[in-house]
């Protein structure tokens, strides 16, 4: 651990394996929701050029089922919906006006897409805002360590001093740096996120407008 990282103390050298073990851990979450965002993205393109682009509503059906991405998934939820209704289910889950149930169980499977897509924003936040501070402990840690050993040698000067005083504020930098892109990233993923459930909500009302538009039926 002493040659990984130039201090005495070894609280501070496990301080910074954790920082950097908590940067890792940022990285791997933010590239691994940028391939799924890119993913998502292509799946849900593909799917509004199909969609919109055929005649029939029966048709429109089929394209749902056989594509893949989150504004697919809401199409397949809404038009198992109308099918259910279509059967004229009487069970508490079906009750009430066509509408008022349609546009329920959209608004369940939007949130369940959502909260799917929030997954990794809570650590992401998390080390966010506890990086500086983990990294701040290990400065302090690391300064009253190097005061120790400074007063055993018994000699003040600046070359005495200086450098484990240094080496000890190693822990606030690497604390910085480990923050600032978690939270780049929180408020990056957050802000594509509202923009994809805006999107949702949009076709979630055009879907609920064509359904009334068939009075519900396929």
Do not use: C
């Amino acid at each position: 651990m002493n040659n990984l990282f130039p201090v005495n103390s070894p609280i501070v050298s496990a301080t910074l394996a954790l920082l950097i073990l908590l940067s890792i851990v940022t990285w791997s979450i933010a590239l691994f929701k940028l391939w799924k965002q890119w993913q998502a993205k292509q799946h849900d393109r593909e799917f509004n050029e199909r969609f919109w682009a055929v005649r029939e509503w029966g048709e429109a059906e089929k394209v749902a089922h056989g594509s893949r991405g989150d504004i697919a998934r809401l199409a397949q939820a809404g038009f198992a919906e109308l099918r259910a209704l279509d059967a004229t289910q009487q069970d508490l889950k079906h009750l009430g006006a066509p509408h008022d149930v349609l546009e329920r169980m959209l608004r369940q499977q939007l949130q369940n897409i959502q909260r799917y897509h929030e997954r990794g924003l809570a650590e992401l936040a998390t080390i966010g805002s506890t990086a500086p501070f983990v990294g701040l402990f290990g400065t302090v840690w690391g300064i009253m360590h190097a005061l120790q050993d400074i007063g055993k040698s018994g000699s003040a000067s600046l070359d005495v001093v200086a450098g484990p005083i240094g080496e000890a504020l190693i822990a606030t930098a690497i604390g910085i740096a480990t923050a600032l892109p978690a939270v780049l990233a929180y408020n990056f993923f957050l802000r594509r996120l509202k923009v994809h459930v805006t999107d949702l909500e949009n076709f979630a009302h055009d879907f609920l407008r064509l359904a009334q538009k068939h009075d519900y039926k396929l």
